[in-house]
Antibody, heavy 123, light 106 residues
Framework: QVQLQESGPGLVKSSQTLSLTCSVSGASISSGGYYWSWIRQSPGKGLEWIGY???????YYNPSLKNLVTISADTSQRQFSLRLSSVTAADTAVYYC???????????????WGQGTLLTVSS | EVVLTQSPAILSLSPGERATLSCRASQSVRPYLVWYQQRPGQAPRLLIY???NRATGVPARFSGSGSGTDFTLTISSLEPEDFAVYFCQQRTSWPLTFGGGTKVEI
């Protein structure tokens, strides 16, 4: 059974870059068929999909964040990471990593989620 | 991007009652509509994918229906553990988007 666990600083200052890591157990992030994703949840914006990294290293980001986001993977460590630059108070949220399923049709849905990590941006 | 509107925002019911939750899309998402349940302090949990397919381990009292732009999640008889927030998500087009949620409360 796959398990995901986020880790990160908890608090970041405005204008800085946040970095979060997702550790995966029970599955290989280099095996085919999954979109390893980041999703965030805030009271103001609800659930927002940030982006994914695929098993071949390909990435795709939400256009609303595209120029600020980088998702990368370390397959040897079974981890993938999120970097979000120039953060503001609006980026305060619970950040989840999740596994998306490759299915017929377009897009993906998420069958496994981490527990989430709260990230607060301070001024 | 596809906007998903869920209604009602809050649904007040009692255990044993039937719950009907709605998710409306700003454009057709064909059958690619997904439902999640989120209990307090927990991550979302996959319930239904592609309109009507229950995820592994999801009880049969949960069912999904709909097509095009209008979708429904039905809980036939509420159990105490079903009082939670429910979100819909579309996977027809990028970026993936979620609805604002319906809270099912006692």
């Amino acid at each position: 059974q796959v398990q995901l666990q986020e880790s990160g600083p908890g608090l970041v200052k405005s204008s800085q870059t946040l970095s979060l890591t997702c550790s995966v157990s029970g599955a290989s992030i280099s095996s085919g068929g999954y979109y390893w994703s980041w999703i965030r949840q805030s009271p103001g914006k609800g659930l927002e999909w940030i982006g994914y990294i695929y098993d071949n290293g390909g990435t795709y980001y939400n256009p609303s964040l595209k120029n600020l986001v980088t998702i990368s993977a370390d397959t040897s460590q079974r981890q993938f990471s999120l970097r979000l630059s120039s953060v503001t108070a609006a980026d305060t949220a619970v950040y989840y990593c999740a596994r998306g399923i490759l299915a017929l049709g377009r897009g993906t849905y998420f069958d496994s989620w981490g527990q989430g990590t709260l990230l607060t941006v301070s001024s | 991007e596809v906007v998903l509107t869920q209604s009602p925002a809050i649904l007040s019911l009692s255990p044993g009652e039937r719950a009907t939750l709605s998710c409306r899309a700003s454009q057709s998402v064909r059958p690619y509509l997904v439902w999640y349940q989120q209990r307090p302090g927990q991550a979302p949990r996959l319930l239904i994918y592609d309109t009507s397919n229950r995820a592994t381990g999801v009880p049969a009292r949960f069912s999904g229906s709909g097509s095009g732009t209008d979708f429904t999640l039905t809980i036939s008889s509420l159990e105490p553990e079903d009082f939670a927030v429910y979100f819909c998500q579309q996977r027809t087009s990028w970026p993936l988007t979620f609805g604002g949620g319906t809270k099912v409360e006692i």
